[in-house]
């Protein structure tokens, strides 16, 4: 159970490939609201890394704040449509194709770290290695934020996700032009043996995040938080976490 569970939640990289050629449902096409307000709030400090930045609007936003900015992310076409959304939007912001668990191989560190929905795809095993790489390029005293979705958000419903894919705005148009044997599972891995509630991002509880970021780093918070999506109104539950590294 526990591991169809861990399989169902992972999306690896042609998965997002596919979901970025559409317009996957987290990608808003603006700011997070929780980003807005760190940033009006004067939490975000420095030069700033969003790790997991997709199409870059959280990244593009703290740039058009003023903030040096780089964005990392596995999926080609995510980081090109960021690249084309800067030079579009005249900013300034330096966006790499990378795995976040190779983040050390930058080389450099940041003031700043920002996480808008990229912890939550890791399985167990990768969160060890992520919190590992987070710690290569953030500056002793800077702060991780992770926005993540928790145990409290309520069920993805099977027909609102299956409108969505099926909404030519979407995903249908770019499914259609796909050879006849590929399928929906593809894109979703045991899409069709999933039961009600259990695809969707992993839902993490605060003691997972307490668990992974025990050793060397200081929890400044974890306060309740909502995640857009564009998956229609009901509220998306997540954590906002502010941990700093000693
Ligand atoms: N932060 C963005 C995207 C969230 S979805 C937003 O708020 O819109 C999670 C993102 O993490 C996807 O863009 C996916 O391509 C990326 N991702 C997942 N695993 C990754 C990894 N190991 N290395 C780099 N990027 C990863």
């Known amino acids: 159970m526990r591991e169809q569970r861990e399989e169902s939640n992972t999306m690896r990289i042609p998965n997002f490939e596919l979901a970025y050629r559409g317009t996957p449902p987290w990608d808003i096409g603006r700011p997070q609201k929780e980003y807005i307000q760190l940033e009006q709030a004067g ?3 420095g030069s700033a ?3 997991g930045c997709g199409t870059g609007e959280n990244a593009l936003y703290l740039a058009e704040q003023g903030h040096e900015v780089w964005g990392i ?8 449509k960021a690249q084309e959304k800067a030079a579009q939007r ?7 194709v990378l795995n976040v668990l190779e983040l050390h191989t930058l080389g450099r560190t940041f003031d700043t770290v920002i ?3 990229l912890f939550h795809v890791f ?3 990768e969160r060890p290695l992520f919190v590992d790489n987070l710690a290569a390029v953030i500056r002793r005293g800077g702060t991780y934020f992770m926005l993540c979705l928790s145990e409290l958000a309520p069920k993805l419903d099977y027909g609102k996700l299956k409108d969505f894919l099926s909404n030519s705005d979407n995903l249908k148009d770019f499914l259609h032009s796909l050879p006849d044997s590929y399928e929906l599972k593809d894109l979703m891995p045991n899409f069709d043996k999933l039961k009600e509630g259990e695809y969707g991002p992993r839902r ?3 003691a997972e995040i307490k668990k992974s970021f025990h050793d060397g780093w200081r929890i400044n918070y974890i306060r309740q938080a909502t995640m857009e999506s564009r998956m229609g109104p009901g509220v998306r539950l997540g954590w906002l976490s502010s941990i700093s590294k000693e």
């Open 90 to 96: 005249h900013l300034t912001a330096t966006f790499r």
């Open 73 to 80: 992310d596995f999926t080609p076409t995510a980081i090109q």
């Open 49 to 51: 890394l969003d790790v």
């Open 115 to 117: 996480d808008s929905g």
């Open 43 to 45: 939490e975000i400090v």
């Open 204 to 206: 993490v509880t605060q």
């Open 123 to 125: 399985g167990d095993e």
